[in-house]
């Protein structure tokens, strides 16, 4: 039986917060309901102020006033208001203005705790400071707010936030804290690297290797944070392992990524509403091929995320699709396969080949404009059209298999498709994200919500638990079994994957749109939200034993 949580107030620090960068704030986004239903006006999450910061509201409110005037006391600016989404979290977003003697504040960490800075660039020197603000920023609300009434918990989402944890042990150590990572920085840059760490990781000297990766400060940091917060958790079973190793410490409680699926429409067996969503996509995908599309013979799939080549199975899927375009051409086949690989990419707009195509001007195409529908800054480097011009697949018209490159987020303003990304999901026959190193993998487990047959692997997290958590294996969410195979034996089973799907009948696709919408059911968060709750009342009583600890060792 879970421990139920005694906390009264909730602080959460993330980069993400009201920034949209990448999975995190998709997990703050969606839990922020829950947290307020759990801990009232009491939750109050810290983000940095960027500006523009996505669906945040500033707020005429009481309390402003006094924490406003308590951070500008100690030299930090702040903006205080609300997420404008369901819960309406209350929200600080604050900047650290330079206050900080970067050297010393650097030399201070490693003094207090040994977290080694020496090699650190701006990128890892500027979440130090946001992180260290942050933790000053908790210290005024906990004064302001808590003071001796109650239990606070302060929980920090990464390395780039971790100064802040350090901070408050070390000056207000009766806040209890949690720091979760989502993915080891030693783990992503060794995935991306392509080096195989899951197969012999044990045999990884984890400085040794940050060393070679050139992420020493970075790798410290997070060793650090997780040898001292009260309780440190991550996203996965997957990730828990990595994390173990890497940064010397088993985590504590796993912390799975969830969705609210009573916010996304079920709509597997309504084919009309499907066939709606596809048409734009279909329309759009006939005029960039300047090739009518037989909706009865055409399938739409998707990979979207991070732009990581490698550990998003982008290379597994383009060589897969290679070997998918060779078997339907030679057996004749009427079907046409269309792509879209939505990956975010530097890009200078949309292409004048593009352009001209939209106004219906017939042009001819050469290069990457034949895949991409936006103008690169350096497309000779571009893995994607390096890998499709080596593979062949160039969008000619015997080619079965039709790539779509769109290099930009789909928001509804991109000035092509002008839908939502949801919307544009929800239109596929196949979501598929074949990643290599994936610590939970909320592509794949959004794109099963929204009733769309889902590709994923063992190497993810969320494959990981659906295997774990399913008794139907393969329906809905296919589960590419890659742990200790080798890339052609996963290129094979991926491509006899996509053979199996362009063979299901009309019955078994409605089936499989279920299924893949029965699992994400189950990581609805109200199932998952118990464990954060679990988690903060494990690190209130850590903080206490440490408390207890520190005053025995004083009183000796």
């Not at 970075?218 to 190793?245: L, P, W």
């Not at 530097?346 to 106004?359: A, C, F, P």
């Amino acid at each position: 039986m879970r421990e139920e949580s005694e906390v009264n107030y909730l602080f959460e620090v993330s980069w993400e917060v009201c920034n949209k960068v990448g999975g995190i704030y998709t997990v703050l986004r969606t839990k922020a309901g829950h947290a307020v239903e759990h801990f009232g006006e009491n939750y109050l999450l810290i983000g940095p102020d960027v500006g523009n910061n996505s669906e945040f509201k500033e707020t005429d409110e009481d309390i402003w006033d006094d924490v406003k005037r308590e951070i500008s006391g100690i030299n930090l600016t702040c903006r205080c208001g609300r997420w404008d989404i369901s819960g309406r979290p209350r929200v600080i977003l604050v900047n650290h203005n330079n206050k900080y003697h970067t050297d010393n504040l650097l030399f201070q960490l490693w003094q207090d705790y040994g977290v080694d800075s020496i090699k650190g660039e701006w990128d890892y020197v500027e979440p130090i400071l946001f992180g260290t603000a942050a933790g000053e920023v908790i210290q005024v609300l906990h004064r302001l707010l808590a003071g001796n009434k109650g239990i606070a918990v302060a929980q920090f989402h990464e390395w780039m936030t971790a100064a802040g944890m350090l901070y408050i042990k070390k000056q207000l150590p009766a806040i209890a804290t949690v720091f979760t990572t989502h993915a080891t920085m030693l783990g992503r840059y060794l995935a991306g690297s392509g080096v195989d760490i899951y197969t012999n990781i044990e045999d990884m000297p984890p400085q040794e290797m940050a060393a070679k990766m050139n992420i020493t400060a970075k790798h410290s940091m997070e060793t650090v944070s997780a040898r001292e917060a009260d309780c440190f958790t991550t996203v996965s079973d997957i990730t828990a392992r990595e994390a173990g190793h890497f940064l010397q410490r088993k985590p504590t409680m796993i912390l799975p990524d969830g969705i609210n699926i009573d916010d996304i429409p079920g709509c597997y067996e309504e084919m009309e509403i499907i066939y709606e969503r596809r048409r734009p996509l279909l329309e759009f995908a006939s005029k960039f091929l300047k090739e009518e599309l037989d909706p009865g013979n055409t399938k739409i799939f998707m990979i979207s995320g991070r732009y990581e080549f490698q550990n998003k199975g982008i290379d597994l899927l383009l060589e897969s699709l290679k070997k998918v375009n060779d078997g339907l051409k030679e057996s004749k086949s009427p079907t046409k396969i269309v792509v879209f690989l939505c990956v975010v990419n530097g890009n200078m707009g949309i292409s004048d080949d593009m352009r001209q195509i939209l106004k219906g001007v017939d042009v001819e195409r050469s290069g990457i404009s034949r895949i991409c529908t936006h103008q690169l800054h350096d497309p000779q480097h571009d893995p994607i059209w390096n890998a499709c011009n080596t593979l062949g697949l160039f969008n000619t018209p015997d080619d079965a298999v039709k790539i779509i490159f769109m290099p930009v987020y789909l928001d509804g303003y991109d000035g092509l498709l002008n839908l939502p990304y949801y919307d544009v999901l929800s239109g596929c026959d196949l979501g598929v994200f074949p990643s290599h190193y994936e610590p939970w993998g909320y592509t794949a487990l959004e794109s099963a919500s929204y009733c769309v047959p889902t590709v994923t692997t063992d190497l993810s997290g969320f494959g990981m638990w659906v295997k774990n958590n399913s008794d139907n294996q393969n329906k809905g969410i296919i589960i590419l079994d890659s742990h200790e195979r080798t890339h052609e034996q996963v290129i094979e089973c991926l491509r006899d994957h996509i053979a199996n799907l362009l063979e299901w009948s009309q019955e078994e696709i409605t089936n499989q749109r279920k299924q893949a919408r029965i699992i994400a059911k189950k990581t609805d968060w109200k199932e998952f939200y118990s464990f954060y709750l679990e988690a903060y009342s494990k690190a209130v009583k850590n903080a206490r034993d440490r408390l207890h600890s520190s005053d025995t060792i004083a009183y000796k």
